[in-house]
């Protein structure tokens, strides 16, 4: 049996390493723990199998029952792993050994499971944020420490060289992006043409698999295809599409490397949107370019934000829901009634990338901390800019009903709202326009195949689908 991802070049993998022993001030052990099949409703049933991020980046290997180890101190690279025996070879098949693919990404010096325990013992070792309970009772034993030990004692260091490093997209890991983003792009042009009023949200749902699949690449995360796009992470598909509804879809597929793509499109279910979903729709659209033609190296991430904020709430202004003056709008948290949450992330091998280090090391920095107030606080991305930092555009309005009666209930933004005529459509909806982006050293690229945005353009595609 084949490795299930693409490899990069042994060299790549060596270099990545080589970068980060130099990076890395300090002595000890750097554990990189590989991800295990993890089993839903009985041991022997797993969930599709998913290496660790980290661990692809540095070593490659897209299997279970691997462990890795950089030896600061002897500069000594190990991957800890056994061999299939005759018994997982009758039932998986066989496997590339452990000598060969290890070699494939540079790794010489492979050693069997059991003797990591005792290479660990009496060293300083390092290791990441434990994200899956399985590696909490793995290091719990592996190291000797408690549960609350394990969970808090990563180390900081550690985890601030690797989202350096992980951050900036090499041109090899540019094109396997790209790669993610045109296959995601072709999921949505798919499902604009094949939406019809009848059809079930699930129906949708299977064709955002079926376009990945087809071409032997996975989804990078559970794609959301709903009429109720207000629901931010909205995972229920059971909606019938009715004329006069707008679909919200957010999908991508990982590329053969296991990079992700992640784009959202929102379109009416009839051939055109109907007036007020136009004007809304525009409003966003507005918004989603204003935030990509500002997008460039140096920029503030959070000041990106506050600009599609703004853009959001001088549209709302026009249509008549918002009212007053935008800037003081959005300095009072007004437009979060409609953007309850952030602009944008960044993207890698990790749809949110890195997410399992801490938003702390990997949206923001020493200089910038994130903020504790609704709406910012789920902005996962505030520090400046980088070439090769690889970013999402997101905004969106989401009219949620609830909010709307407790703002009101409150008497909060009654300077900001025209609550009469947003209650009169507190049932609109969602909207959100998302693409992907690589900052380049003035200013950005889109990734992927270019899909249509703009309202015209949908309608385009959707009178098209449906003649
Ligand atoms: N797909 C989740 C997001 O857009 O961040
Ligand atoms: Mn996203
Ligand atoms: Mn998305």
């Not at 452990?98 to 390092?126: F, N």
Request: some cysteine; glycine content about 8%; proline content about 4%.
């Amino acid at each position: 049996m084949e490795n299930k991802n693409q490899l990069f070049s042994t060299e790549t993998y060596s270099k990545r390493r080589s970068l980060l022993k130099k990076k890395i001030i300090g002595s000890g052990v750097l554990l990189f723990l590989g991800n295990q099949e993890s089993s839903i409703n009985f041991k022997d049933n797993w969930y599709p199998y998913r290496q660790d991020s980290t661990f692809l980046y540095y070593f490659g290997l897209n299997f279970p029952g691997l462990h890795a180890l950089i030896d600061l101190d002897s500069g000594e690279e190990i991957i800890f792993g056994d061999d299939l025996t005759i018994d997982e070879i009758v039932w998986k098949g066989p496997q590339p050994s452990m000598t060969a693919m290890s070699a494939k990404v540079g790794i010489l010096d492979t050693r069997p499971l059991e003797k990591m325990k005792a290479y660990l013992s009496q060293r300083e070792v390092h290791y990441l944020p434990v994200y899956r309970p399985e590696h909490v009772v793995f290091l719990t034993s592996l190291l000797d420490r408690s549960y609350t030990e394990v969970d808090l004692e990563y180390s900081v260091s550690f985890i601030k060289v690797v989202a350096a490093q992980r951050a900036v997209k090499s041109p090899e890991e540019l094109l396997s992006l790209n790669e993610a983003a045109s296959i995601t792009s072709q999921i949505h042009l798919s499902l604009m043409q094949q939406a019809k009023a009848g059809m079930k949200e699930y129906e949708l749902a299977s064709r955002v698999r079926q376009v990945a699949h087809e071409q032997n690449v996975n989804i990078s995360f559970q794609p959301i295809v709903t009429i109720d796009g207000q629901i931010l992470h909205n995972h229920y598909y059971g909606n019938t599409l009715s004329g006069g509804d707008l679909l919200l879809c957010d999908a991508g597929a990982e590329s053969s490397h296991l990079y992700a793509g992640d784009m959202t499109r929102t379109f009416p279910v009839d051939p055109a949107f109907s007036t007020l979903q136009k004007e809304l729709y525009d409003v966003v659209h507005r918004s989603h370019l204003a935030a990509i033609a500002a997008l460039k190296p140096g920029i503030k991430f959070l000041d990106l934000h506050l600009l599609a904020c703004r853009v959001l709430v001088e549209g709302l202004v026009e249509v008549g829901i918002m009212k007053g003056q935008p800037q003081d709008a959005v300095a009072a948290g007004a437009h979060t009634m409609f953007f309850q949450c952030g602009l944008g992330h960044m993207m890698g091998l990790d749809v949110h990338d890195m997410e399992n280090f801490g938003e702390a090391y990997v949206g923001y920095d020493d200089q910038l901390k994130k903020s504790t107030a609704f709406g910012l606080k789920s902005l996962r991305l505030g520090k400046a800019l980088t070439p090769g930092y690889v970013v999402t555009i997101e905004p969106g309005i989401y009219v949620i009903p609830e909010l709307i009666k407790q703002h009101k209930e409150k008497g909060s933004y009654n300077d900001f709202i025209n609550y009469p005529l947003l209650e009169k459509h507190a049932d609109f909806g969602g909207i959100r326009i998302e693409d992907d982006f690589v900052i380049t050293t003035d200013g950005a690229q889109l990734l992927g195949t270019p899909l249509a945005s703009s309202s015209d353009d949908i309608e385009s595609i959707r009178k098209a689908a449906l003649s």
